[in-house]
């Protein structure tokens, strides 16, 4: 069974770091590439963040560019997002998504929210 | 960046009734690559459809996707109680931009 599990959500101040991690199993990590998506209370989905099964290819929303770094640890089966310089409209769920032809496993999401 | 608008916004129907959700693109999505998510009340987003008309793994057939280019469908055929939820159309023709629409609530009449 597939399973996506983050962590590392939380309350942080305006201008400080957090990083999230993703925990996969039931099924080959490496193989497939991998996404961040958020969901600000009550809004809708955007996307965040991709990487692909060997991290040669990265890409960013506009939004978090410059600010949000993505990996992969294949060996330990586990995505990482490293959120810096975070602002409130960071404040979100944020998912994990398994790419096959497009999302199609994605975890429970993680909290982070922006706060003084 | 290809913009998704979804229609309407939110749709009051009943179980048993026919649900017809739209999702417009600002450009032509290539290849069909669009894809229809529900989403229930804190629960992740579960996928539905993909290529505008395959249904992914375990999804009823009651769903239905059809259109190409910039005009989409996703048809509910016969409501049941458990399908209301919020529906988000994707693109990802336009990889690695997988710009989501900003949803139809689908409320029980």
């Known amino acids: 069974e597939v399973q996506l599990v983050e962590s590392g959500g939380g309350l942080v101040q305006p201008g400080g770091s957090l990083r999230l991690s993703c925990a996969a199993s039931?099924?080959?990590?490496?193989?497939?590439?991998m996404n961040w998506v958020r969901q600000a209370p009550g809004k809708g989905l955007e996307w965040v963040s991709y990487?692909?099964?060997?991290?040669?290819?990265?890409y960013y929303a506009d939004s978090v560019k410059g600010r949000f770094t993505i990996s992969r640890d294949n060996a330990n089966n586990s995505l990482f997002l490293q959120m810096n310089s975070l602002r409130a409209e960071d404040t979100a769920v944020y998912y994990c998504?398994?790419?096959?032809?497009?999302?199609?496993?994605w975890g429970q999401g993680t909290l982070v929210t922006v706060s003084s | 960046e290809i913009v998704l608008t979804q229609s309407p916004g939110t749709l009051s129907l009943s179980p048993g009734e026919r649900a017809t959700l739209s999702c417009r693109a600002s450009?032509?999505?290539?290849?069909?690559?669009l894809a229809w998510y529900q989403q229930k009340p804190g629960q992740a987003p579960r996928l539905l459809i993909y290529?505008?008309?395959s249904r992914a793994t375990g999804i009823p057939d009651r769903f239905s996707g059809s259109g190409s280019g910039t005009d989409f469908t996703l048809t509910i055929s016969r409501l049941e109680p458990e399908d209301f939820a919020v529906y988000y159309c994707?693109?990802?023709?336009?990889?690695?931009?997988?710009?989501f629409g900003q949803g139809t609530r689908l409320e029980i009449k």
């Open positions: 039931g099924f080959t990590f490496g193989s497939h590439s």
């Open positions: 450009q032509s999505v290539s290849s069909s690559y």
């Open positions: 990487i692909s099964g060997s991290s040669g290819t990265i």
């Open positions: 998504a398994r790419t096959t032809v497009t999302f199609d496993y």
């Open positions: 290529g505008a008309s």
């Open positions: 994707q693109q990802y023709g336009n990889s690695p931009m997988y710009t």
